[in-house]
């Protein structure tokens, strides 16, 4: 499932994402402005923790409200928990025979995939979602 934050293109394991939703307010969680948390969203009157995923990343966050914004809620180990992308593509297929092996930065990234002329941070849900979680807490 391929998605954009910031400049980065990045993709997550189909089974690791959840929902894919418009975006909703983000209701700010007191004592908690300068880590992963940006807060809590409503989706279907269930409140999800709402990650600052480019925090985590270590990717430079897109200033302004692009129309393209959409709200992805992850399958974590932890439970669900949701996260604003900038732009989503969606669900693709790739040759894992051509993935290279990804930089450090994005940081979490198994692999770069090729896709439409880009690079593709494949993120690997084993290292992301304790990192993602323990920003949280």
Same mark, same amino acid.
């Given at each position: 499932?391929?998605?954009?934050? &910031?400049?980065?293109?990045?993709?997550?394991?189909?089974?690791?994402?959840?929902?894919?939703?418009?975006?909703?307010? $983000?209701?700010?969680?007191?004592?908690?402005?300068?880590?992963?948390?940006?807060?809590?969203?409503?989706?279907?009157?269930?409140?999800?923790?709402?990650?600052?995923?480019?925090?985590?990343?270590?990717?430079?966050?897109?200033?302004?409200?692009?129309?393209?914004?959409?709200?992805? $809620?992850?399958?974590?180990? &932890? &439970?669900?928990?949701?996260?604003?992308?900038?732009? $989503?593509?969606?669900?693709?297929?790739?040759?894992?025979?051509?993935?290279?092996?990804a930089p450090s930065r994005p940081a979490c990234a198994?692999?770069?995939?090729?896709?439409?002329?880009?690079?593709?941070?494949?993120?690997?849900?084993?290292?992301?979602?304790?990192r993602v979680e323990g920003g949280l807490g």
């Amino acid at each position: 499932f391929v998605f954009r934050l &910031g400049e980065e293109w990045l993709a997550l394991a189909a089974e690791e994402l959840h929902a894919a939703a418009a975006p909703r307010a $983000v209701r700010p969680v007191p004592h908690r402005r300068d880590g992963a948390l940006a807060g809590l969203v409503n989706l279907d009157g269930e409140l999800l923790p709402c990650a600052r995923l480019e925090r985590v990343l270590g990717i430079e966050a897109e200033a302004g409200e692009p129309a393209t914004r959409r709200l992805l $809620v992850a399958r974590a180990p &932890g &439970g669900r928990l949701a996260f604003v992308a900038d732009e $989503v593509y969606g669900l693709i297929e790739y040759d894992a025979e051509r993935a290279r092996p990804a930089p450090s930065r994005p940081a979490c990234a198994r692999v770069l995939i090729e896709w439409e002329g880009r690079a593709v941070g494949l993120l690997d849900g084993a290292a992301l979602w304790p990192r993602v979680e323990g920003g949280l807490g």
